[in-house]
């Protein structure tokens, strides 16, 4: 095996807390040489326990050693002239730089791109920022509890009687890290092909408001409905006789199958009963039934039956139960942090070609400052850049980063379609494969009946992640079919499946054939629980993750719910979020490739990229022995934070939210100022998060005493100028309407053959010598480039190309409707 693909890379990262830190966390665990630059007293994470009690001997947190595994660091003042050159000199040898300051404030230091780019011309600055470097809310105040607000999830999610539920775990920042490192490895690629860098910037708003929403704006323009009345889905999580067990129920034969299991066949026979919406007007009756069954069973007794029966379910895994769980157990899913021994995720994918990187522990902040020290004083500031992959000149400076790369995507559903999506997006020529047999699932997860002409072709959610494709159909369990795939294979550079694992066997593809047909291909496969273990069969979809992996037991209704109390599933982003850390896996194979000459196969494990984002409540509970727990919209790095009712009543009848979360005593300071309450301000009652959090409850009264009184977007905007985080909760498919997403070019209008002007959104990386983006293609109907792709590639003539036709290897309309 060679070593690591980011060996030789240097990284310089300027950000603090969850999302830098993530993304340069996944940049050293493939090789990169990371240093962490913070201030001399310490980046704040270090600080920070969700416990109050994880902290080591050196006094950092769990969360901070986690996310700074085999990276090092330096405490540098960047008030201090001397601070600033001592970053200006690690400049010189960095191919890539993050930063996540307020807007302007680099530049204002001396350290934005063009400092970075008279140091070392390849250098690449990633900006991380709420709402994008230019946009007009650029210095507005805001959170991953406001950003969920702003992006349409939270009034989407709850259950009945309740106000509305984030996500836990401050997921929007694990999403924003995660297109921060992916936006780096593009960076980095057209770097070495072209010899310049780039600054790209990120938005975390545009980052979680098509990912978190569900592509809720192309949802709301094909069905014409904007507004969504909170709900969760039917069934969801249910409880047992010993805890809690999570079901996934999409397709009509998956109903079918979970009403054996409850006992009642006939529910099963009801057609009107196929389809969620359906379940969900009659979720008391369907709950009550569920409910009388899986309360009288053990979890592991409603599992066995569920594995039986091959209905999607999971425990509701937690800080203490996961490692325990027996497939995580018997696949090394968990690992021993190597400064503490306490348990975290392992990296959630695995390379043929390269070994997972050894974990070495964080720097401690003595450590940090005596780097700093040397840096100062000019030591160890002689780097060498890495040579290039390619010679200069092989892709020009304004050109997409990913232009040449050819993908042929063989992904249903989400999350490997958006994967590739994200690719295409970056400019590689991606080609969606289907059949007429099996189209993409998502096809049908439509806004119209049966009845309608080419019904299959007005799904949103596939629109939003297969837009910029080519589109092509294949019968892959006909020899005809298979050999046309290898012909193409030969042809490209990545190949991305997310068949349940035994499938490409059964087409008679394995990674030796496809490596006999072109040895330099990456092979990206994304099973759902990975291609060995004793859930290696087990259907898996998003719900099924976020039910398993910890996220929707810290996105919960607390015991004083009543009926309503315990975890719910978010709905989030793990679909999204396996996708695009499938296609960084990719883009490391990638380079691989054209260090080696060889390619490589890669297994990028679904619900290990979900362990990995809701990594901190077992590393605490490993740590300490505490199990953290979902609080309703309450957490622990802030208080108070909430929803709270304003003035007035939404299209759908539901109350007007108002999301605040206050997370420092000046915030704190002015919310009690603004609301009328100057006596809390500055006594010594509320002055820490501690006393806040015990005070809760009356605190929470006098909020919503005050914002009954005002309309909704008054009220943020109030609270926001007087310097607290706040935020309206907007309608579930209603974030195209915000000024920073209105008045910018990332919802944008893709003219379809059938449809017209579809508003889909981009990628949430905006490359600076790349301003503009723009799709070159509309997401292709079934089949619709089979003649295009064949006879560009292959050389297909007009006769054969019929000849496929007839003989249903190729088509444009679904078999058997």
């Excluded at 997972?356 to 030591?379: K, M, S």
């Excluded at 040579?387 to 000149?393: C, D, K, L």
């Excluded at 190949?495 to 040895?519: I, M």
């Excluded at 997403?741 to 579809?758: I, M, P, R, S």
Aim: contains cysteine; hydrophobic residues 45%.
């Amino acid at each position: 095996m060679m070593g690591q693909p980011l060996e030789g890379v240097r990284v310089v990262d300027l950000t603090t807390g969850i999302a830098g830190g993530y993304a340069t966390k996944l940049l050293a665990d493939a090789g990169a040489e990371v240093w962490k630059i913070e201030a001399p007293e310490g980046d704040e994470l270090r600080a920070w326990s969700a416990s109050g009690r994880s902290f080591d001997a050196a006094g950092d947190g769990v969360l901070f050693r986690y996310l700074h595994t085999s990276k090092r660091a330096a405490a540098l003042d960047l008030e201090s002239a001397a601070g600033r050159d001592a970053v200006l000199g690690l400049y010189a040898g960095a191919a890539l730089v993050f930063e996540g300051f307020a807007p302007g404030r680099i530049d204002a230091l001396g350290l934005g791109f063009s400092a970075l780019s008279r140091r070392n011309p390849r250098a690449s600055l990633l900006q991380l920022s709420p709402f994008g470097q230019r946009s007009p809310w650029s210095q507005r105040l805001s959170n991953d509890f406001t950003l969920q607000a702003w992006s349409g999830s939270t009034r989407g999610r709850g259950r009945d009687g309740m106000p509305p539920l984030a996500v836990g775990c401050e997921l929007s920042e694990w999403m924003s890290g995660t297109y921060l490192a992916l936006g780096g490895l593009a960076a980095l690629r057209r770097a070495d092909l072209c010899g310049r860098g780039d600054a790209l910037d990120v938005s975390q708003l545009e980052a979680i408001a098509p990912t978190f929403g569900n592509c809720g704006t192309l949802w709301g323009h094909f069905s014409g409905i904007w507004d969504l009345p909170m709900s969760e889905d039917v069934p969801s999580i249910e409880p047992t006789r010993d805890g809690w067990v999570g079901f996934c129920i999409f397709t009509p034969q998956q109903w079918k199958d979970f009403s054996l299991l409850i006992e009642r066949p006939d529910l099963g026979s009801d057609p009107t009963l196929c389809h969620m919406m359906a379940r969900h007007a009659r979720r008391d009756e369907i709950r009550k039934i569920v409910r009388g069954v899986t309360r009288r069973k053990t979890t592991a007794e409603v599992l066995e039956l569920c594995e039986a029966l091959r209905v999607p379910a999971a425990p509701i895994g937690n800080g203490e139960t996961l490692p325990a769980i027996d497939h995580f157990a018997e696949r090394g899913s968990f690992v021993g942090n190597p400064r503490g021994g306490f348990a975290q995720p392992r990296i959630p994918y695995e390379s043929s070609a390269w070994p997972r990187r050894a974990f070495a522990p964080a720097a401690t902040l003595a450590e940090a400052r005596a780097a700093g020290a040397e840096a100062v004083r000019g030591a160890g500031l002689a780097w060498q850049s890495e040579p290039h992959a390619v010679e200069p000149g092989a892709l020009a400076g304004s050109a997409a980063p990913l232009a040449g790369l050819r993908v042929l995507d063989l992904t249903a559903f989400w999350a490997g379609p958006y994967g590739c999506f994200a690719l295409a997006c970056l400019g590689a020529d991606v080609i969606h494969v289907e059949s007429i047999q099996r189209p993409d699932g998502m096809r049908f997860g439509t806004t119209v009946t049966p009845q309608t002409d080419r019904w299959w072709e007005y799904g949103p959610t596939f629109h939003a992640s297969n837009t910029g494709k080519r589109g092509i159909t294949l019968d892959l369990t006909r020899p005809e079919g298979v050999e046309l795939l290898l012909q193409l294979v030969a042809k490209s550079d990545v190949l991305v499946e997310n068949y349940s694992p035994r499938v490409l066997g059964n087409f008679g593809l394995s990674w030796e054939r496809f490596q006999q047909v072109n040895p330099g291909l990456t092979l990206v496969r994304m099973p759902a629980f990975g291609l060995g273990g004793p859930w290696r069969d087990r259907v898996g979809f998003a719900q099924t993750m976020e039910q398993v992996s910890g996220i929707a037991w810290l996105t919960s209704y607390p015991a004083s719910a009543g009926e309503a109390a315990g975890p719910l599933t978010p709905r989030a982003a793990s679909d999204p979020l396996a996708g695009l850390h499938a296609a960084f896996a990719a883009l490391l194979a990638v380079r691989h490739r054209i260090r080696s000459g060889r390619g490589c196969q890669v297994e990028s494990i679904m619900v290990e990229t979900s362990l990995a984002v809701a990594a901190e409540q077992v590393c605490e509970y490993s740590a300490t022995g505490e199990l953290l727990r979902g609080d309703a919209n309450r957490g622990p790095r802030a208080a108070p934070q909430g929803l709270y009712r304003c003035e007035g009543v939404a299209l759908d009848g539901s109350p007007r939210w108002l999301a605040i979360s206050v997370r420092s005593d000046a915030q704190w300071q002015a919310l009690a100022r603004a609301i009328g309450s100057e006596a809390w301000a500055h006594g010594a009652r509320f002055a820490s998060l501690a006393a806040r959090r015990a005070a809760h409850d009356e605190i929470d009264a006098a909020i919503e005493a005050w914002s009954r009184g005002h309309a909704v977007r008054e009220a943020a905007e109030l609270l926001l100028a007087a310097g607290v985080p706040a935020a309206e909760a907007i309608g579930t498919r209603r974030p195209h309407e915000l000024e920073p997403l209105a008045k910018c070019d990332f919802f944008e209008t893709v003219e379809h053959a059938l449809h017209g002007g579809l508003p889909v959104a981009a990628m949430p990386l905006r490359f600076g010598r790349r301003p503009a983006r723009w799709f070159e293609r509309a997401a292709p109907m079934l089949g619709e480039h089979n003649a295009e792709v064949l006879r560009e590639l292959l050389g297909l003539g007009v006769e054969r190309l019929a000849e496929l036709e007839r003989e249903g290897i190729l088509g444009t309309r679904p078999r058997g409707l």
